[in-house]
């Protein structure tokens, strides 16, 4: 793709995606609003009373202009009030940032195998309620084939979104399937509730990045490469810092809830922007380094010092 002109892009872009070709159903006309701030200040603010933004992550750091621009609201004229979480994060729950001495290409057949026999691990020194959160339902799809071909989905309850069925399903077959594991993108990175039992282990596949080549995405960096600025920095990063706390976020939704989160994509821990998101996660759970076979046996006496 070349970078659009700025000067060209109205308020909205709209595309057509076909994930199938033989399936009808598959066929999307799709439309993105580009210029936030004028179409809610003329269209939303301009009818109500100033409005009122609620919620556990609206800010992918403390100092970060992204959800201002993205809103459209003027930082200066905003309150911000934060209250205080009666959550113990310190003692409910604990990270684990996987090290490994291979660098993985992106969705390569290393990676995904390695995500794979990770998850097969984690669960079999650890056999509760899993979610595994991915970047594409094309690697779930994949990492779903590396788990039958080893005989692992014939002998466990496996539910991968995109392969066995829609979020909505499966989010109720994963609720009254204990032990299972589910396997999600797209709105299981914030749109799903598992209080209790029925979440103790979380697994992040892979950071949450936005695609590049998506049509929106792609418009959206053009505007601010146009504007002098790096789209990876004032749009990706700060966009994937905020998804990567709601993903975190779906572990711990009561007092009593315990668990750990694995967090398996390296770049957390090799690239340079990984200690940025780090820092901007804010969550006060516990962070621990190391290799597979290391972070798992922290799991298991984390899990035994809560019974």
């Not at 994949?142 to 539910?159: D, I, K, M, N």
Request: proline share 5%.
């Amino acid at each position: 793709m070349v970078d659009l002109d700025p000067e060209t892009l109205d308020q909205n872009v709209v595309w057509v995606t076909v994930n199938h070709v033989k399936d009808i159903n598959s066929f999307r006309i799709n439309q993105g609003i580009l210029k936030t701030t004028e179409f809610l200040n003329e269209r939303i603010y301009a009818s109500f009373e100033p409005p009122t933004f609620t919620g556990a992550t609206i800010f992918s750091s403390r100092k970060s202009q992204f959800i201002f621009n993205l809103l459209g609201i003027d930082r200066k004229a905003a309150s911000v009030r934060r209250l205080q979480s009666d959550f113990d994060p310190e003692n409910q729950a604990r990270i684990y940032l996987v090290k490994n001495d291979q660098e993985f290409a992106a969705n390569s057949n290393d990676q995904l195998k390695f995500i794979a026999d990770a998850i097969m691990r984690i669960y079999a020194n650890g056999p509760r309620q899993t979610l595994v959160l991915f970047n594409s339902l094309a690697a779930i799809e994949r990492v779903h084939q590396y788990l039958a071909e080893s005989g692992f989905t014939s002998s466990h309850q496996v539910l991968a979104q995109g392969v066995n069925g829609t979020a909505q399903r499966l989010s109720r077959q994963f609720i009254h399937s204990e032990p299972a594991i589910l396997m999600g993108a797209n709105t299981f990175w914030e749109g799903v509730d598992f209080p209790t039992k029925l979440l103790e282990n979380l697994v992040i596949a892979q950071l949450p990045f936005d695609t590049p080549e998506d049509p929106y995405n792609h418009a959206l960096s053009s505007i601010e490469r146009a504007k002098k600025k790096n789209p990876f920095y004032s749009l990706t990063l700060p966009k994937a810092t905020l998804r990567l706390r709601q993903g975190m976020g779906r572990l711990l939704r009561t007092k009593g809830d315990f668990g750990t989160i694995f967090v398996l994509d390296p770049r957390l821990v090799t690239k340079r922007y990984g200690q940025t998101i780090l820092t901007n996660l804010k969550n006060e759970i516990p962070v621990k380094q190391g290799t597979l076979d290391e972070c798992v046996i922290d799991m298991v006496k984390f899990f035994e010092s809560h019974h």
